[in-house]
């Protein structure tokens, strides 16, 4: 069938004036069964349903067409042959490609067909007798003798009209067009031609002179106009190359030119391939690279006019035991005296009080670690941090690890003296304590708020709370809440109906119900929004904590979050955050250590080099402490983040790896979390047993003259389960070797709550009664430690081999 002739189901049942349904059935009875009745039918298609059509409407005698097509002229003088009766029955035809109405033929309603039945299933064709036949003396129509058209066509379909020219594909009308089109394409071929043939009398070396003319022209307008190119902080010699418009030898040359050796793939600096663009002739500028992080993400400075105040945010801070949870407890109690419709709910993490009309944000965050991780990612969250101290216990290890913690943060202290009301309380001693970490009391001449509290009896809340807001008030606290919100995910939690639930501090901007936030590697729009009331906002200014849920997942605690317009450019931001950070997992990260400490000074990385040192008791952590303090010089100045006593914990790790800063231990060890810690980490721990040689080693780092011979290498750990004497042999440790191995040869210290309290050889190894070389982890073996009997239940005997180093 012809593509230009394209007859449809319905169609063909139009123009027999059937439903589209009976044609379907016949197509399913003796073919295909048509998916629609929009499905275009094949010649084949139209055969079978003509010969259906054909077979179940036959005539039952030639009388019935004359009856059927002929009519009865009108009287006339002389009588003349009626038309053919097929010809005044068929329709004009109407465009080519259109379907045409037909136009029925008239017909004698006794001798109208009927419709055809719907066939029977798998049974062939058979003729269906013609419904209520009348006699062919009856049927036949009365005409003048002699009189009989000249033509007769049978036409064995039924009686409506068919427009035949959908079957017609009109060749006679194809081939002229054809013939048309064929001779536009050879008159377009040949006008063509005509204008690519020169001009009489302009020959080829005329043609050749014009060409070389042109070149010339090109070259100076060349000359005159350098060539601009745009080269980025690092580009590969091929890539430069091809912007310079010239061949990889070439640029090659210029480098060697140039003393610089490099070939086609190799990457150079910008300075190197700007000389190289220049000698080249080329105008050269730098070519900034927007991020799609700085395209996403409107980090821009606020106008002074756009600022207003804020609400302070508050973290308390101290000893677990001298009374933090109490007095957050206290405060909340005086909020709701004070007023304050409803409970703060504990799950948040952070709560609102109002004082006096201002708002004052807290944040109920368990302890230093989580503000030594916030710091870690850059979230300054807090702006005053609240140290509370008990008055009959003074200052604690945890209570120096939160000073140091604030003061790393730069924000100012006020010092809550808690437990007043006990009868062993004495302030003036735990001023006197402060003054040793630098926090003056006012009444001293400092400028250490110190209040006197307790909040067992509610007394002196009032007064610390005022000073809170004075303090803010004297940091001038503003933000800008009429732009895009960022600020700090505080905590976040998945929760089984709700999914990933994340608690964000505003602390600029205004967060909006429907925004688009990105927080780290997660993304998410903000669906619900909740206050630490548990009441739905719409909208959250700066200062104000608020629970969000919508997020893809969990984002990381201390993590950024900024509000964002386009969410399929944060999501692709997201991505490419997590290839750098799988990239970064896989690349060794650069801490300061002591062996390239002094080519970092060198190159200006290092302005200021970072202790931390922990001893077994305070007098050596003082004296350690200051000894190294005194090493500054103009280069770099040395700077003690924290001292303390005890074992070196995770926590001291945590803390050097934010700061960037070296741990150094005097006669205490890194328990095992510390010491994976510390390998993730890279963070470099030294530990020494005499403070000179300490103090000659940061000496000699400085200055570029550290050379270590030696290097320690742990081999294993065995903890002592039972301690037996025995004649002749001395005291002998029954141990479970927990991991690595003890081999015989080895040193061995052993470590008592994380202090070394004795550090030697091995005098035996043994495996029931048996001597043995070496003793891998999960077997029990007993240990005897050469000129060393004061063995302990619980200690934990380190072995340990000396390996020197090739320099």
């Known amino acids: 069938m012809s593509s230009l002739n394209k007859y449809r189901v319905h169609e063909v049942a139009k123009d027999f004036n059937l439903g589209s349904k009976e044609i379907a059935d016949v197509l399913t009875e003796y073919a295909q069964s048509p998916k629609n009745h929009m499905q275009v039918l094949t010649d084949q298609e139209l055969a079978l349903i003509f010969e259906y059509l054909t077979q179940h409407n036959q005539i039952g005698s030639i009388e019935e067409i004359y009856a059927d097509t002929y009519t009865e002229p009108a009287p006339q003088p002389s009588p003349e042959p009626a038309p053919a009766p097929a010809q005044q029955s068929r329709p004009v035809p109407q465009q080519q490609g259109k379907p045409s109405a037909p136009a029925p033929a008239p017909v004698s309603a006794a001798a109208a067909p009927?419709?055809?039945?719907?066939?029977?299933?798998?049974?062939?064709?058979?003729?269906?007798?013609?419904?209520?036949?009348?006699?062919?003396?009856?049927?036949?129509?009365?005409?003048?003798?002699?009189?009989?058209?000249?033509?007769?066509?049978?036409?064995?379909?039924?009686?409506?009209?068919?427009?035949?020219?959908?079957?017609?594909e009109r060749l006679e009308t194809m081939v002229p067009d054809k013939v048309q089109n064929i001779s536009q394409k050879k008159e377009k071929i040949r006008r063509a031609a005509d204008q690519r043939r020169p001009a009489p009398g302009f020959g080829s070396k005329r043609r050749q002179e014009e060409q070389e003319k042109m070149r010339r022209l090109q070259l100076e307008i060349a000359k005159k106009q350098p060539l601009k190119v745009e080269i980025p902080d690092e580009i590969a010699v091929g890539e430069l190359a091809s912007r310079l418009k010239k061949t990889g030898a070439e640029v090659v040359r210029q480098l060697i030119k140039l003393g610089v050796m490099a070939s086609v793939s190799d990457v150079i600096d910008y300075d190197t391939a700007a000389l190289v663009a220049m000698e080249l002739g080329a105008k050269v500028t730098k070519e900034v690279v927007v991020t799609i992080e700085e395209r996403l993400i409107d980090v821009s400075a606020d106008s002074e006019a756009d600022l207003v105040p804020r609400s302070p945010v508050v973290v308390v801070m101290g000893h677990v035991d001298h009374g933090k949870t109490s007095l957050l407890d206290a405060i909340r109690k005086s909020d709701v005296v004070s007023g304050e419709a409803g409970g703060i709910t504990q799950h948040i993490g952070a709560y609102r009080v109002q004082i006096k009309g201002k708002p004052i944000t807290f944040l109920d965050t368990p302890g230093h670690e989580a503000f030594t991780s916030m710091r870690a990612r850059g979230a300054m969250v807090t702006d005053i941090a609240i140290l509370v101290v008990a008055a009959d216990d003074g200052i604690m290890p945890q209570t120096v690890e939160a000073i140091n913690h604030a003061k790393a943060a730069n924000i100012p202290i006020i010092v809550a003296i808690n437990k007043m009301d006990k009868p062993g309380a004495n302030p003036e001693r735990i001023k006197q304590q402060l003054t040793e970490y630098g926090l003056v009391s006012e009444e001293w001449g400092g400028e250490t708020i110190i209040?006197?509290?307790?909040?067992?009896?509610?007394?002196?809340?009032?007064?610390?709370?005022?000073?809170?807001?004075?303090?803010?008030?004297?940091?001038?606290?503003?933000?800008?809440?009429?732009?895009?919100?960022?600020?700090t995910v505080i905590e976040a939690r998945l929760d089984k109906g709700r999914g990933p639930v994340t608690t964000v501090l505003v602390q600029n901007g205004t967060l909006k119900q429907g925004d688009v936030i990105i927080a780290g590697k997660a993304v998410g729009r903000v669906r619900a929004m909740t206050d630490d009331k548990g009441e739905k906002l719409t909208q959250a200014g700066p200062s104000v904590p608020v629970e969000i849920i919508g997020m893809s997942e969990v984002p990381g605690?201390?993590?950024?979050?900024?509000a964002v317009a386009d969410e399929r450019m944060a999501r692709e931001l997201v991505m490419q955050r997590k290839e750098e950070e799988k990239a970064a997992a896989s690349a060794p990260s650069h801490k300061v250590t002591l062996e390239d400490l002094f080519s970092q000074i060198q190159q200006g990385e290092v302005k200021e080099l970072g202790i931390i040192v922990k001893a077994d008791v305070q007098g050596t952590a003082e004296a350690v402490k200051t000894s190294l303090e005194k090493l500054s010089n103009p280069e770099v100045r040395v700077r003690v983040i924290h001292?303390?006593?005890?074992?070196?914990?995770?926590?001291?790790?945590?803390?050097?790896?934010?700061?960037?800063?070296?741990?150094?231990?005097?006669?205490?060890?890194?328990?095992?979390?510390a010491r994976d810690s510390a390998a993730r980490a890279n963070v470099d721990v030294r530990m020494y047993r005499v403070i000179y040689d300490c103090i000659n080693e940061m000496e000699a780092a400085m200055k570029g003259m550290l050379s270590p011979k030696f290097k320690e290498n742990v081999l294993g750990h065995a903890q002592v389960r039972q301690v037996y004497k025995i004649t002749g042999a001395g005291t002998i440790a029954g141990c479970y070797v927990q991991d690595g191995k003890i081999l015989r040869a080895s040193q061995v210290r052993v470590v008592r709550d994380g202090i070394v309290v004795f550090e030697g050889e091995l005098a035996s190894l043994r495996r029931?009664?048996?001597?043995?070389?070496?003793?891998?982890?999960?077997?029990?073996?007993?240990?005897?430690?050469d000129k060393f009997s004061d063995i302990k239940e619980g200690d934990v005997i380190e072995a340990f081999v000396m390996e020197q180093i090739n320099a």
């Open 451 to 487: 209040c006197p509290i307790s909040a067992k009896l509610h007394q002196g809340l009032d007064s610390l709370l005022e000073a809170v807001v004075l303090t803010a008030e004297m940091r001038e606290l503003k933000a800008n809440p009429k732009r895009a919100a960022q600020g």
């Open 557 to 562: 605690a201390g993590d950024l979050f900024y």
């Open 643 to 673: 001292s303390g006593v005890g074992a070196i914990s995770e926590s001291d790790i945590m803390l050097a790896s934010t700061s960037n800063a070296i741990v150094v231990g005097f006669n205490v060890r890194p328990d095992n979390a």
């Open 768 to 785: 029931f009664k048996d001597d043995v070389k070496e003793v891998a982890a999960g077997y029990e073996c007993g240990i005897g430690i």
């Open 114 to 168: 009927a419709a055809p039945a719907r066939p029977a299933e798998n049974k062939p064709f058979q003729p269906r007798p013609q419904a209520d036949k009348q006699p062919a003396a009856s049927q036949a129509v009365s005409r003048p003798a002699g009189t009989r058209p000249q033509t007769k066509i049978v036409d064995t379909r039924k009686t409506a009209a068919v427009n035949l020219d959908r079957y017609d």
